[in-house]
């Protein structure tokens, strides 16, 4: 009741120190009159014990110890004590069945062998496991007066106490034989490799549960096995499996508190908390039994082949208290299957590799002990017989090792099933199953969108296609003068490769790859082609209802069709800009997209080398179209001296009047606009309701005025388009609306009588005419000089039909000038 006390004035905060602290201490005085206090944190257990062999007989069959899962009513139990010539301490063998906790065995499932006698020392001893028998421990206990009786005496009158210590030292036993493999395996890739000590690792957590500190990974590589093999009390993990080989029984609620408490990390717990249960019950028997002569230490057992290997954590002591050594024998049971369970069910094998390991976990016993033993893969292949290979169970390579060399793959189909078989202890088992490939010569195939992947200057990939993928043992590709190229592989699905491919230094040119499957002298060939850099398809903008789109990307150039939806489109103005290339697409018109909004398609876009690029497409929704109904011209007010001709020319102090009527949508609504802008969209203006330029006449058209002086500034020329916009932004296409011409102003042409002299033109702005003619053909001109900016011009002499003017913003109307002539004599001088 001190140690219940004194725990509960100690803050929360060191609960964990006081867990750790109240066990350590529980035991020690329970252990009192020992060779020493019980430790429950260091559980060493480096001391050799004696040497017992034993094996057991069922049913006519023999196995030894190590191979044992479970004892059974009737077993034979041959137990021999391999004690060395010169032994000076006389132990007794005790072998005790038991019978559940509240159930004392009868007298006669004792049996006592004197290990010194010559009988027992060259032939060992039978004992025959009786009817109800349910647990089996081993005692050695030096001999003395009364020693049998005495304990034959505290274990039947406590035998819940011993049930829970038979069920213990197997948990622990169990438990040691996983950290004991897992020490032992890093090691020896540590000292073989230690750059492969973390893949194993990893594999070796998984196989026999051990709890893995990923941090050791970050030291150096020659600190990593001792960093993975520090606090060895905490690296085992729960495994339902041994737990359930071994069920605990409670033996009252003093034991239960313990037991509890000793299963936590806190108070060193993992793997050896089975261990501090066992030595607190058997600690209990003593601190309750006044006239007790002895005092009892654990054995764990790690058998190998007929040898038990016990190992113990204390000293004996030969002097009383006398120590005796507790071993706890398999359960009188039937036997717990393991769990084993492929880690992936789905993942496919190849049959002949030479290194093949079926990967599987939810066993860790089946890796660190030799219970389970003679373990064969069963491959079954359509009315064959089934054929056995060799499996070894490997905790570092994650799996079952499978001994492939006797196949021979003639006589396989090209897809097999097989069965992991084999024993656990007497019983036979049967694993898990696994899908597997065979090696055979097959057909590869690289997929459409990756033809052209391989493209020189860099480190390309490509998938390659075939059931015969997860055979493949090695790839290599050779250039048009047969040398190697470095190339990888590896098995992204079970068809599938992804092979990368150094080209950095490669030409573009035919390529020849040889894939080599395991068990095959023969291999396939796959022919390739390395490519120069191909063009990037970024994306195709296309609409409902046009005939043309744009396409995105680098190097447009090499583009030679494009095909989308069986319409054929042709190439035709690229543009680049940002480093980015833009080439517009046109279909013909005689055949027509009849492309729907939202519509997802796939492009085929041909390039000039062959290679033929899939470009996913998203048909846009159809873009505003309006019709110009009519127009109409006003001129400026201030006169000019000069009749404009045509009807498209549009003076810049002018006015343009236009009737637009929509045609897609169907209905105008209040947020459309119209963009007006020069060929080259260096002057631009946008109309709309709402600044007045544009005006609704109905739901269907609408009119448009436009001053481009005020619009555009004293410097717009030249033609010029207008286009619709939605009320999204979507843009319809550009059409022409008028010409727009800056016109000079004419004030006097002052001719002489001979029509064989020019005459003298004057006005304002002058440098606006492009040339002057006295016919309309222009075949009697006076070109105006390019650095021309007088307001004095000398022209041809008027013909009959006048004076005829082209103009520099468009020199392709021809124009008349409106002027009278004033005539004057030929001797007059020109002021």
Request: net charge negative; hydrophobic share 40%.
């Amino acid at each position: 009741m001190a140690i219940w006390v004194l725990s509960r004035s100690i803050s929360i905060a060191n609960t964990g120190k006081l867990l750790r602290w109240f066990v350590a201490v529980l035991i020690s005085v329970l252990s009192l009159g020992a060779s020493g206090p019980v430790r429950a944190e260091s559980n060493a257990f480096d001391l050799l014990g004696p040497r017992i062999e034993m094996h057991v007989s069922r049913n006519g069959k023999q196995l030894p110890i190590a191979n044992l899962a479970n004892l059974q009513p009737g077993d034979r139990l041959w137990l021999h004590p391999d004690f060395p010539p010169d032994q000076s301490a006389r132990y007794l063998l005790i072998v005790a069945f038991l019978r559940g906790s509240t159930n004392p065995p009868p007298e006669t499932w004792f049996t006592r062998a004197e290990t010194w006698t010559k009988q027992v020392r060259e032939e060992g001893i039978v004992v025959t496991v009786p009817e109800d028998a349910q647990q089996t421990l081993l005692f050695l206990a030096p001999e003395t007066g009364g020693d049998f009786s005495t304990l034959r005496a505290a274990v039947r009158g406590r035998p819940g106490v011993f049930v829970r210590a038979s069920q213990d030292l197997n948990q622990a036993s169990l438990d040691r034989s996983r950290l004991e493999k897992y020490l032992a395996d890093v090691k020896a890739i540590s000292d073989a490799d230690p750059k492969a000590l973390k893949e194993h690792s990893i594999l070796m957590a998984r196989t026999l549960g051990i709890r893995l500190e990923q941090q050791c990974f970050d030291k150096p590589v020659e600190e990593q096995a001792s960093c993975l093999t520090r606090n060895t009390d905490s690296l085992v993990l729960d495994d339902g499996h041994s737990q359930s080989m071994v069920q605990a029984l409670a033996s009252g609620p003093n034991a239960d508190l313990v037991g509890a408490m000793s299963a936590t990390s806190l108070a060193g717990g993992g793997f050896y908390s089975a261990y501090v249960g066992a030595v607190v019950d058997l600690a209990r028997v003593l601190g309750n039994m006044h006239t007790a002569s002895y005092v009892y230490i654990p054995a764990l057992a790690l058998p190998k082949l007929d040898q038990m290997n016990l190992k113990l954590n204390n000293p004996p002591s030969f002097r009383k208290p006398m120590s005796v050594i507790v071993v706890g024998l398999p359960a009188v049971e039937a036997a717990q299957m393991p769990p084993l369970r492929a880690v992936n069910a789905d993942q496919i094998f190849c049959l002949q590799k030479s290194s093949l390991v079926l990967p599987v976990e939810g066993a860790p016993l089946v890796f660190s002990s030799d219970i389970a033993h003679d373990f064969v893969l069963q491959v079954k292949s359509g009315k064959a017989d089934p054929m056995n290979l060799p499996a070894r169970a490997d905790a570092s390579s994650g799996g079952f090792v499978i001994d492939t060399h006797s196949i021979e793959s003639t006589r396989f189909e090209p897809e097999v099933t097989a069965t992991l078989r084999g024993k656990w202890g007497f019983e036979l088992y049967e694993g898990p199953n696994f899908r597997l490939k065979t090696s055979h010569s097959a057909h590869w195939l690289v997929p459409i969108a990756e033809q052209g992947a391989l493209v020189v200057g860099r480190e390309d990939s490509l998938h390659l296609q075939s059931d015969a993928a997860v055979c493949v043992d090695g790839v290599s590709i050779q250039d048009g003068q047969g040398r190697e190229i470095k190339s990888t592989f590896k098995v992204s699905k079970p068809d599938e490769l992804e092979i990368k491919v150094a080209l950095k230094d490669q030409s573009a040119g035919p390529l020849k790859m040889k894939l080599r499957q395991f068990g095959l002298a023969q291999g396939d060939e796959v022919p390739l082609r390395a490519y120069a850099e191909a063009a990037r398809l970024d994306a195709f903008q296309i609409n409902a209802g046009d005939q043309q789109g744009v396409l995105r990307g680098t190097r447009l150039d090499e583009v030679d069709r494009f095909e989308l939806n069986g319409v054929h489109f042709v190439p035709a103005k690229l543009t680049r800009a940002n480093e980015k290339d833009e080439l517009n697409l046109a279909a013909p018109s005689e055949s027509p997209t009849t492309l729907q909004p939202d519509q997802r398609l796939v492009a085929h876009v041909s390039l000039k080398d062959g290679r033929v690029l899939d470009l996913p497409t998203t048909v846009g929704t159809p873009r505003p179209k309006m019709a110009l109904i009519n127009k109409s011209i006003q001129p400026g007010s201030t006169p000019t001296g000069i009749n404009l001709a045509g009807q498209d020319v549009l003076p810049l102090d002018g006015e343009i009047s236009f009737l637009l009527k929509t045609e897609v949508p169907a209905k105008l609504t209040r947020s459309e606009k119209v963009e007006v802008a020069s060929a080259d969209e260096g002057f631009s203006t946008t109309l709309s309701l709402s600044d007045g330029s544009l005006v609704l006449r109905d739901s269907e058209t609408v009119v448009a005025v436009l001053d481009p002086r005020k619009a555009f500034g004293p410097s717009a020329f030249g033609p010029m388009r207008f286009r619709p916009i939605a009320a999204d932004g979507t843009k319809g296409d550009w059409q022409p609306l008028a010409t727009i011409v800056r016109v000079p102003s004419l004030k006097e042409l002052r001719c002489p009588e001979s029509a064989d002299k020019p005459c003298e033109l004057t006005g304002t702005n002058l440098f606006l005419i492009d040339s002057v003619a006295s016919d309309p053909q222009f075949t009697h001109t006076a070109p105006v000089p390019i650095g021309f900016i007088d307001s004095k011009l000398d022209v041809p002499h008027p013909g009959e039909s006048g004076l005829f003017i082209k103009l520099r913003d468009d020199p392709a109307a021809v124009n008349t000038a409106t002027l009278a002539i004033s005539l004057e004599p030929d001797d007059k001088p020109n002021n």
